[in-house]
């Protein structure tokens, strides 16, 4: 995760109001002008990052997708969703990925550039996704969350035309000018392209 301002700690992430598949006239009312708006990956939670903390675009027209950064949250699932609904915070990611079961929730729509990377550029050329755990705690790193996560960058890399590889499907410690190490030493990239390329 990353802050627009400067490099915080990683101690942020995200928050927000579910809106699965409920009809329109159960939704709470929106300020005027406001849309609900839906996962782009399917089986994913809408769970909506603050508009503070992404910058809205119309990728792939505005900028093209070309790469998928994986990054590991060092906070909570709820606790990285509540650090991307606040505004103060200045980050967000596409999607987060919790530990336990795989779940999947989408903070950002594909089409706007998340603030996760650190780097401009990455940001605008990127899907960013969180996942529960801490860099130095492997156990976090369950098979759940592998092979959700995988089936997730599957879909995205098949969408935008991304190869699966690991020149496309990089961490956020290979960005340049960052000062993160996430997902580190523990993140196992052999398993997680092979999943990638069989999901």
């Known amino acids: 995760m990353d802050r627009a301002r400067s490099h915080p700690s990683r101690r942020r992430i995200l928050k927000g109001a579910a809106l699965a598949a409920v009809p329109c006239a159960l939704l709470p009312a929106t300020r005027a002008g406001a849309r609900p708006r ?3 990956y399917p089986p994913a939670e809408w769970q909506p990052a603050s508009s503070s903390n992404y910058t809205a675009s ?4 505005s900028y093209s997708v070309d790469r998928v950064i994986v990054h590991v949250t060092q906070e909570t699932y709820a606790s990285t969703l509540a650090i991307f609904q606040n505004p103060r ?3 967000s990611a596409h999607y987060v990925v919790r530990s336990a079961d795989g779940h999947v929730a989408q903070c950002v729509r594909e089409a706007d550039v998340a603030w996760h990377a650190g ?3 990455y940001n605008t050329h ?10 130095d705690r492997p156990a976090y790193f369950t098979d759940a969350l592998y092979e959700r996560s995988a089936q997730l960058t599957a ?3 098949d969408r935008y035309g991304i190869p699966k590889d690991r020149a496309h499907i990089i961490g956020h410690a290979e960005v340049p000018g960052t000062d993160h190490t996430d997902p580190g030493p523990n993140w196992d990239w052999v398993r997680y ?3 990638v390329n069989f999901a």
Do not use: M, Q, Y
């Not at 119309?58 to 027209?61: I, M, Q, V």
């Not at 990127?126 to 801490?134: C, K, L, P, V």
């Open 38 to 40: 839906f996962a782009d």
């Open 89 to 91: 915070e200045k980050v």
């Open 155 to 157: 879909a995205i890399c």
């Open 193 to 195: 392209i092979r999943l």
């Open 126 to 135: 990127s899907i960013g996704i969180e996942h529960e755990g801490w860099v």
């Open 119 to 121: 780097n401009w550029d």
């Open 58 to 61: 119309s990728r792939p027209t």
